[in-house]
């Protein structure tokens, strides 16, 4: 349903051309739901929004990303703007900075459906308090007359949801959608998130650094560093045994169950490299406990690992090709 | 391309939308400020006469060429027998709202000017009674013989008498009820007052007069400027020297000249303060000023003065009069006299008028060539006048002009005699006072004349003043418009009645 | 929310009070004398004696004051030397051709200055951005009074396209005055001919006070739209199919409009003073222009009205701002409660 073929993310700067995402190729298919997880800056999110044609002013999207069997990079904005809302709804990480302050919650997702033309006036109105009552939210009525500011945090990503699914979308892509909300809090939206794929039959693409929502969700994951995929496989075999040095400390991070999600990433020594300073070779090497020579010099290409794949000269998992 | 279409459209769609209702024969002008009032016993401006001297009548017109000449107006005749002086009335003249004129109209419209004693009635001072023996006669009566009362009285407006019992002064302020050429319409307070021609009028118009008059106020002399220059105003009151010299050089424009004023400006020298106390020290300021120096300044245009009285003035001495030049070894020699050599005076001078400060700067640099000091400070014009009045200042701007076609007497008093109001440097000559007193009751002409000489010289003598040019006045009119006729005893005057248009 | 408006109110008449009492003394410590300039040439000291009398300029200054201030409680603006009427009668009949110019103004000045951040927005540093800084630059670079000359020059003078010195052509009946709204009693007379003749009238003094303050205005605005643009709910926006045309008009200007209300309240009072000024140059009938040619003879309660309305606008401008802010933005509901 989703096929991202050697996308490339890359911003021109005064020292000529910084590469966000580094030609990283993989598909979701329909009904799944795909994870994609990274520390921040590993251009997961970017990911996110290219697919959704709402890379940032400056950025040049390379590379070929396939809705639906159509090609949506350089696709003009009018004809995205067909697609995007409709066809693939977005949830944010931020939800108080997602709505707009000046207008009512009711207004703003009555808006997704006015703007595609499936509801108008009080409709509008009415189909938006029914979709705040579908995300769980108590008197819906009251809260679609709502600000964003006087209704909680919840509700709020709530709403956000509510919007993005308004028109039926088939792509829910939601980057990072619990990481601004508390525990319970983040265990209710992951739950509604659940539910509303099954209800609504989405495939969903979910976009996060914490591996414990992945634990909850995920059918496959992808694995991102520094604008490359690391690994990347079924959520089972992946979390079970992972490949690749990188994901085994995001999982150690995760086991941490106590500690804030902030400071989980921290047990990996070090932090992404910055954008115009990638190290030769393979990217995670200063970072590695298992770098050699062969780390430094040469970059590792994904191939299979164990049940998936994995981009890495030393695997944590035997290769098909080591086992024979 | 796109923007070449426009603008060339643009000038035509403008053309199009506003396409002027332009009613026929209307004469737009543009005058320097809006009347304070337009009641002819308080009017004083010559903003406030071009509505007065149009919608009112007077007794008597004097010849805007020979102000020598009086013409009758609404007396046609007049005679002076020692105190008394009779004048024989207009018949058949009605007031614009359809009341006549007669004798009780004049004789309550003096009467009201010398109890508000308020603007021209300096003239008038000496009337001791008006009376009204018949509806045709009046007499009037003067304290002492005055040879120039019907001269005096060419400026004196006559109102209704019905008005005047009927209305207040404010009713007077903003409401016009004259026997004149023009009537009063309308007043838009600070945009325009509307005046229509009076067909009822005694009077005979030309040719092409204009049925409509539009008094404009238009404070800003560049925009009388280029409004005359653009065609929204017909002509103007006062545009700016520079400016009219141009307009006049253009096609569809020529030039009215004229001498309207007596000096400008006229530099008062403090009779009572060092040390322009000293009259060798004023006589060779007097002779060090550069004269040349205004008259470049005025483009040229006018003269110098050699006394108090322009040439044009009926019986003006100043043809036989020495002309006034610098001399800088004169006035060196003056200054060595008065041994005042060295000495420093302070002028506080009005603010508001460029040839005031110009004519300053002269004298500075004059009096530098003298080795006198002369420190220059400028001052609103109340501030400054003061300033000279209070001895606090050694000179004073100003300019020095009679508003009487024919008597000097008004003008003396204002400007050289005591208790004078523009007499700012408190000069005072017992024979002038004499002179001044006995000049209106002296019957003969020639003798008059010799008067005038007389007190001409002695101010001239006095080196009170310095008197710096008499410019021309350069008025621009339109080659579609005749008639305009400079009044030489007025700052700027219009006589809609005489203007016209030509084809 | 009453008691603030009530608070509000309670300062701005300490103000008017402030004003009054300033405007008042300033206007005493200058030795200024209208009754020599109403009593013109060849007049005696006597004449002008007795002129200072009538409007009571021979009384001790605290004496006046007592006078001017008793009548002011009761509305009475005193009276002008210069025209001989009550000020107040003057300001009724000169405020509307201000209020008019002002108007106007304000809304090219809006409308401009939003449309051109818009412009400059769409692609900040690109060539739109600078044409429109340059463009704005150079008319806040020109005094004002330059400014005013130039474009009468040009457009008049020149080019012919404008009219001069006047709110209505000249040699045309004027519609009848309904409300003193020339623009507005054109309409009510339902004369489009006549309303387009005031249009162009009112054109360039308008255009003279408005280029002054562009460059401010587009600045803030483009500033706040620039902001605007890279919160996230613009990204939401878009993310729900719209335009960037739809987000602009329908999320980032509404949330735009508190900061450039805050800068529009402040450069309301430069266009206050600029109508002044331009209204002098133009020749335009209204309080300023009043005021002014008062001035010009130190006839100074013209001018202390002239103070006390403007700064009676200003208050009251500030108070409309202040109750404005919490209609544009709910979140600041708190600040007028």
Redesign the interface.
Known sequence: MLEVENLTVSFSGRDGRAVAVDGISFSVAAGETFVIIGESGSGKSLTG?AI?G?APEGARVGGAIRFDGQDVVGLP??RM??????QI??V?Q?PL???????TVGD?IA??LR??GLARGREAMARAVSLLERVRIPDPARVARS?P??ISGGMRQRA?IA??VACNPKLLIADEPTTALDVTIKAQVLDLLRDLKAELSLTTLLITHDMGVVAEVADRILVMYAGTVVEVGPAASLMDRPAHPYTSVLLASAMMAEAPPQTALTVVPGGTPPLGAMPEGCRFHPRCPRATARCRAEVPVLRGVGGGQAACHHPLVETPEDAL | MKLRVLSALFPTVLAICAAPVQAQSTFVYADTSEPSTIDPAKANANWEFTITRNVFDRLVNFDLDDPAVLEPALATEWSQDGTTWTFKLREGVTFHDGTPFDSADVKASLDRLKELGRGQSYLVSGISEVAAPDPATVVITTEAPNVYLAGNLARIEIASDEDIANHDEAWFGENANGTGPYKFVSWTRGTQIELARNTEWWGSFPEGVFDRVLVRVVADGQNRAQGVEGGTYDMANFIPLDDAMRIVEREGFHKVEGNNLWAWPAIYLNVNLAPTDNIDFRSALVKAFDYEAIKAFNQGLGTIPRGPVPAWFPGSPEADMPEIKTDVEGAKADLAASGLGGATMKCVIPNTVTEFRFSATVLQAAAQQIGVTVEIEEAPFVEAITAIKENRSNCFILGNANLSPNDATKFFAAHYLEGGFFNAGKFRDQELEDLIAAMPAEQDEAKRAEMLAKAAQIVVDSHYIIWAARPTTVVVEPDRIGGYRIDPAEYVNIRFWEIHAVE | MAGFIGRRILWGALVLLLVAVITFFLSRVVPADPAAFLAGQNASEETVARIRAEHGLDQPMLLQFRDYATGLVQGDLGESIRTRRPVAQDMAQFLPATLELLLVSFAAYLVLSLSLAILAVRRPGGAMDGAVRLFTMLGTGIPVFWLGMALQFVFYYKLQWFPLGARFPIREIAPPEVTGFLLVDCLIAGNPGAFVSALQYIALPALTVVLNLLAVGTRMSRAALLAERERLYVRTARGKGLSPRQVLFGHMLRNALSPILTVTTIQFGYLLSWVILVEVIFDWPGIGLYAFQSFQVFDYSPVIALALVSTFGFVVLNLLADLLYPVIDPRVEAVTS
Do not use: F, K, S, T
Not at chain 1, 81 to 86: A, D, I, K, W
Not at chain 1, 97 to 103: E, F, I, K, S, T
């Open positions: 929004m959704a709402l904005d009018a703007r067909r697609v995007r809302g409709r709804g977005i944010y931020d900075g997602a709505l707009n302050p000046v207008h703003q808006e997704a703007v595609h600000y500011h006087q956000v919007m993005a």
